[in-house]
């Protein structure tokens, strides 16, 4: 049980952009180091890791985040690299459960058997999966390490101890678009959701739209194994990333997170903090805000954070068509994946 700790907010404008859009989620980056070595996330020859002392520490973790808490965030939800690879994650947990706000994770689950007790004692209760195959050998190539059992049993874990599971899926054609149905019918007995996301451009991860596959190639799959009059589509929440659906009768749902071929950021919600704090208003955007270096020293991050929200472009960081998208000048100079969070 998370300590019943709430931080007063103050109604301030910092973090509406120029679009109208309020960004009351957090997304933190705990660490640039992962234990797998998945290929749309970490380029093949691994990334030039920041020096420690340019990364946040636990404490500056915590601070800055009380900022964006005060200034109107009410979810944070904390990513890596792999979050859980932190010797210090269990403090910074405790400490960001005394903001008040409702907080998550996205993790490989290779770690999680260590942490489901101060998962319980802090209020972690949303638990994102990163797993790209059901196949032992395919998760072996996409994530060049050889952990799928344990990360299978991990997530069995997590949901028969009573956590909100999400598994993310990142589709690839000629790779695991034909796992579809299988990673569907992980939801017929489990209460679970699985979330398809589109495979996106990053520094390093050879992406091209060749191997895109769309929201409607999935839901044709679906359709032709399952039936039409079995798929029900489900009520989006609010800021929604995923559309979502579930097959009459099953007890889990699924949803698809269509991030480049149709995208929901007319709706977006979300900035994210890196490890070496650095703020982006966008997934899609190079542009970056310095916020750990004037925290050092001192200055008043308001500023910072609101000059950062109102440069936001209306959709992906400019980026509106394929042409753009294609265009490696456009996306080959943002950070890897795994320098960004999840």
């Known amino acids: ?19 109208g859009r309020t960004h009351n989620y957090l997304r933190i980056s705990l660490s640039e180091k992962c234990n797998l070595r998945c290929t749309y996330c970490m380029p093949h020859d691994g ?3 920041t ?12 601070s800055i985040a009380r900022v964006f808490v005060e200034n109107g965030v ?9 979050p859980l690879v932190r010797k210090d994650f269990s403090y910074i947990l405790e400490e960001l459960s005394k903001l008040g706000v409702r907080f998550s994770i996205t993790t490989n689950a290779l770690l999680t058997h260590r942490f489901i007790d101060d998962f319980k004692r802090f209020g972690l ?13 395919k998760f072996k190539f996409i994530t060049r390490r050889d952990q799928y059992k344990k990360a299978f049993e991990n997530i069995n874990q997590l949901i028969a101890e009573g956590f909100h599971v999400k598994v993310n899926a990142v589709l690839m054609k000629g790779f695991n678009e034909d796992e579809i149905v299988d990673f569907i019918k992980l939801t017929k007995d489990r209460d679970l959701n699985v979330r398809f996301i589109e495979f996106m451009p990053f520094d ?28 029900q589509p489900l009520v989006n929440e609010k800021n929604f990333t995923a559309r979502n659906f579930k097959i009459k009768g099953f007890k889990g749902s699924f949803g698809i997170i269509s991030s480049v071929t149709n995208p929901f950021c007319d709706s977006c919600n979300r900035i994210r903090l890196t490890a ?14 310095d916020l750990l270096t004037p925290f050092r020293a001192g200055e008043n991050l308001e500023q910072l954070i609101d000059k950062a ?27 890897s994946m795994i320098a960004i969070g999840g």
């Open 1 to 19: 049980m998370a300590p019943n700790t709430t931080l007063m907010t103050k109604v301030t404008p910092i973090l509406t952009d120029t679009h």
């Open 47 to 49: 990334i030039e890791l």
């Open 51 to 62: 020096p420690s002392e340019d990364l946040m520490t636990a404490d500056e973790i915590i």
């Open 74 to 82: 009410d979810k944070i939800r904390l990513t890596g690299g792999e």
């Open 125 to 137: 209760q949303d638990i994102n999966v990163s797993l790209d195959s059901l196949n032992a050998e």
């Open 204 to 231: 390093g991860n050879e992406w091209n739209k060749n191997k895109l596959v769309s929201q409607a190639e999935i839901l044709n799959r679906v359709n032709d194994h399952f039936g039409i009059e079995a798929l």
């Open 276 to 289: 070496n704090g650095r703020l982006k208003n966008c997934l899609f955007s190079n542009a970056e805000t």
């Open 309 to 335: 929200l109102n440069k936001k472009e209306a959709v992906r960081a400019g980026m509106t068509d394929f042409d753009q998208l294609t265009n490696p000048d456009l996306h080959n100079n943002n950070r």
